[in-house]
């Protein structure tokens, strides 16, 4: 089969690998889309650690089951199937109450085991679930991202959320914006460096938007909050700068959440966070609760996963994957279909 492989830091290649038979519990996939994640392009940029190459990456797919391990009885060969990004052991003490996402033992796909850079890719059959039959496959692998906005809104449910700041307009940023306007009917403002972004951003229903190199989106929220603040403010990016810039732009009592991974080492005022009670909170992954409420979502039509996402063959992966790497224009997210 092809596969997008990463063989080595700063290398990335089209190659032929051998199809591996699943295991009992797994089934063959036959990958019909798979979405670039932000992860992925820092891991590429930054030589991460966390993905040692050689690796083929990719853990935002869809696809048709090709092969059913000898175990697997609740899917059938053909069936349209949306994966789960990590495989949870389903047995230590953070599975059994029901965090499967935070799992001690999770496997994530494309770093801990093969992934869906690729025409096939064997999943476990507990990490599926059905794909909706009018979802177009670039929508559909898409799920998980989405999922990941739909868990920011189920963690600060205990909060007002009438105005919302999301720094960074990136997938991640774009689908959460969507998901809070749709679960919350918040007023999302969004915050980014780039016109483009913005513009996408702006057109998926943005309150309002912050060209971050001409004003501080801290001051904007306070402006048009009446020196108040944001109920929440999402990073979306995770540099040390925009982490506290959330702070910043928060209400006292409101919650921030990082789900940004660009930077690690932070300083900040930790009296911004103490005195006026402001919740830090911290999120990855998402359930896979979260993955179908997703998938409903996009297929009823209330969150767009199709006008500003780039299709892109897998004969084209080294150019899609590094022109989202770049990041210019309206190179915003790419989708690999095989």
Known sequence: MRVLNYPAFDQLELRDLAVTPPQPDEVRVRVAACGICGSELETFKHRSPR?????????????????????????????RVVSNSLVPCGRCVRCERGDTHLCADRQIFGMHRPGAFAEFVNVPA???????????????????????????VNLTRHLPAANVLVIGAGPIGLFTQQALQVLRGSRVYVADLSPERLAAARKLGAAGI????????????????????ADIVVDAVGASVTKKTSLDALRPGGATVWIGLHENALTFDSYNVTLPEKQVLGTYAAKLEELRHALDLMA???????????????????????RMLAAQGNDIKAVICP
């Open 51 to 79: 993905r040692p190459p050689p690796l083929v990456m990719g853990h935002e797919f869809c696809g048709t089951i090709a092969e059913t391990g000898a175990e697997v009885r609740d899917w059938k060969k053909g069936a």
């Open 126 to 152: 507990r990490c599926l679930i059905p794909w909706p039959e009018k979802l177009p496959a670039e929508a559909a692998a898409l799920a998980e991202p989405l999922a990941n906005g739909i868990h920011v």
């Open 210 to 229: 912050i060209n971050s190199r001409e004003q501080d989106p801290a001051q904007a929220m306070l402006a048009v909050t009446g020196g108040e603040g």
């Open 300 to 322: 009823s039509g209330q969150v767009d996963a199709l006008t500003w996402v780039q299709r892109f063959p897998l004969a084209d992966g080294v150019t899609a994957f590094r």
